[in-house]
């Protein structure tokens, strides 16, 4: 079966290992980074969303205009905008893209950023919200005939867009998280099923619960993604020695940032898991590393896979076997890692793939 990569688009320089070298918004860093994704192998780039950061839509818009066929995964909170309005947009940026475009659903895992923007709902409120926004999102891209929607958080009455995705029926929707209601929304309602990375046990279960989850509502498991930070080098000696003077340089960034490290216990249940990872040990399975998920106090997608490109590519091919088609990746020098993961691992993975996929059609 096909395997798909997912890598970051950025609009400045700046990860937790480097301070940005100007403003949030360096538009030739943002088409550089996109054509490094294109030019190198990747399949799907993020915009990521952040209460205080650049709009990430009309940044979709622009790296449109400068890429010709990588695919643009918009993140959207549903507090920001009605669900029909971000309909248009996400249907708008569909047709400038020629049919890239997809959406990631974020329901918010920090209250306070919530609250940056005026949003004060609980969890899992916010998740029964969620599940309302992507409902009516998907109606609004596919219904032709004007429609009414009553909720708990939306009432729409007689609505109907004069603009459609290019994508039929519609384009693909991802979610995550790692709850129980996390489970029963992105079950019932995704397409894509993202995770953090965690050791192969703890992957597996949390598949586990997926599966529940779409048994209940009577729908196909989502396809399954999963995120990881590489640090490759040719040898594994050296691999290591990355690794260890990159968790100097996050401890040498974090220094100057007092509110890099989350305080206390983080409030998301994916970030708990990793934390569980972290309690059991630094190395876990063929290369994940969870030494910078413990300096961040489990902040988001900090496991790392460390080695040489053939470990790294193993160690994926792993979360392949459990049933994952779609790889995420960002290293910690976002442009040179994306190349490097490009050229190094990605063609490895690709070609294992193909050759299963060859030796079962033979068989």
Same mark, same amino acid.
């Given at each position: 079966?096909? +395997?798909?990569?997912?890598?970051?688009?950025?609009?400045?320089?700046?990860?937790?290992?480097?301070?940005?070298?100007?403003?949030?918004?360096?538009?030739?860093?943002?088409?550089?980074?996109?054509?490094?994704?294109?030019?190198?192998?990747?399949?799907?780039?993020?915009?990521?969303?952040?209460?205080?950061?650049?709009?990430?839509?009309?940044?979709?818009?622009?790296?449109?205009?400068?890429?010709?066929?990588?695919?643009? +995964?918009?993140?959207?909170?549903?507090?920001?905008?009605?669900?029909?309005?971000?309909?248009?947009?996400?249907?708008?940026?569909?047709?400038?893209?020629?049919?890239?475009?997809?959406?990631?659903?974020? @329901?918010?895992?920090?209250?306070?950023?919530?609250?940056?923007?005026?949003?004060?709902?609980?969890?899992?409120?916010?998740?029964?919200?969620?599940?309302?926004?992507?409902?009516?999102?998907?109606?609004?891209?596919?219904?032709?005939?004007?429609?009414?929607?009553?909720?708990?958080?939306?009432?729409?009455?007689?609505?109907?867009?004069?603009?459609?995705?290019?994508?039929?029926?519609?384009?693909? +929707?991802?979610?995550?998280?790692?709850?129980?209601?996390?489970?029963?929304?992105?079950?019932?309602?995704?397409?894509?099923?993202? =995770?953090?990375?965690?050791? =192969?046990?703890?992957?597996?279960? %949390?598949?586990?619960?997926?599966?529940?989850?779409?048994?209940?509502?009577?729908?196909?498991?989502?396809? =399954?993604?999963?995120?990881?930070?590489?640090?490759?080098?040719?040898?594994?000696?050296?691999?290591?020695?990355?690794?260890?003077?990159?968790?100097?340089?996050?401890?040498?960034?974090?220094?100057?940032?007092? @509110?890099?490290?989350?305080?206390?216990?983080?409030?998301?249940?994916?970030? %708990?898991?990793?934390?569980?990872?972290?309690?059991?040990?630094?190395?876990?399975?063929?290369?994940?590393?969870?030494?910078?998920? &413990?300096?961040?106090?489990?902040?988001?997608?900090?496991?790392?896979?460390?080695?040489?490109?053939?470990?790294?590519?193993?160690?994926?091919?792993?979360?392949?076997? =459990? &049933?994952?088609? /779609?790889?995420?990746?960002?290293?910690?020098? /976002?442009?040179?890692?994306?190349?490097?993961?490009?050229?190094?691992?990605?063609?490895?993975?690709?070609?294992?793939?193909?050759?299963?996929?060859?030796?079962?059609?033979?068989?």
């Amino acid at each position: 079966m096909p +395997v798909e990569f997912l890598g970051i688009a950025g609009t400045n320089d700046a990860s937790e290992v480097t301070t940005r070298t100007g403003g949030s918004l360096d538009l030739d860093y943002t088409k550089r980074l996109a054509r490094a994704h294109e030019d190198n192998g990747w399949d799907r780039i993020l915009f990521a969303y952040h209460s205080g950061s650049p709009d990430p839509a009309p940044v979709a818009a622009f790296v449109a205009a400068h890429t010709e066929r990588i695919n643009l +995964v918009l993140a959207q909170r549903p507090n920001v905008s009605a669900p029909t309005y971000a309909a248009k947009t996400f249907a708008t940026l569909d047709q400038i893209s020629g049919g890239r475009f997809e959406v990631h659903f974020i @329901t918010g895992g920090s209250t306070a950023d919530q609250a940056a923007e005026g949003d004060y709902l609980d969890k899992d409120s916010r998740y029964e919200r969620t599940r309302e926004y992507i409902q009516i999102v998907k109606q609004a891209w596919t219904s032709h005939d004007r429609f009414d929607y009553d909720g708990k958080y939306y009432q729409i009455k007689a609505f109907v867009s004069d603009i459609f995705p290019v994508q039929q029926p519609r384009p693909r +929707v991802s979610f995550g998280g790692s709850s129980a209601a996390a489970y029963a929304v992105g079950a019932a309602e995704s397409d894509i099923y993202a =995770l953090w990375g965690e050791p =192969l046990a703890g992957t597996k279960e %949390q598949i586990a619960s997926i599966d529940a989850a779409a048994a209940t509502a009577g729908k196909p498991r989502p396809t =399954l993604q999963v995120a990881f930070r590489p640090i490759i080098a040719p040898t594994e000696e050296l691999a290591w020695e990355k690794a260890e003077r990159i968790l100097g340089r996050i401890k040498d960034h974090a220094a100057g940032r007092p @509110t890099f490290r989350r305080s206390g216990s983080p409030e998301n249940a994916g970030s %708990q898991r990793l934390l569980a990872a972290v309690a059991e040990g630094e190395r876990h399975d063929r290369a994940l590393w969870t030494a910078p998920t &413990g300096l961040t106090g489990g902040g988001g997608n900090s496991t790392a896979l460390v080695g040489t490109p053939e470990t790294v590519a193993a160690a994926l091919l792993d979360y392949y076997d =459990l &049933g994952v088609r /779609i790889l995420s990746a960002r290293g910690y020098d /976002i442009l040179d890692d994306a190349i490097d993961f490009g050229r190094y691992v990605i063609p490895l993975v690709r070609d294992e793939v193909a050759r299963r996929d060859r030796a079962t059609a033979a068989a």
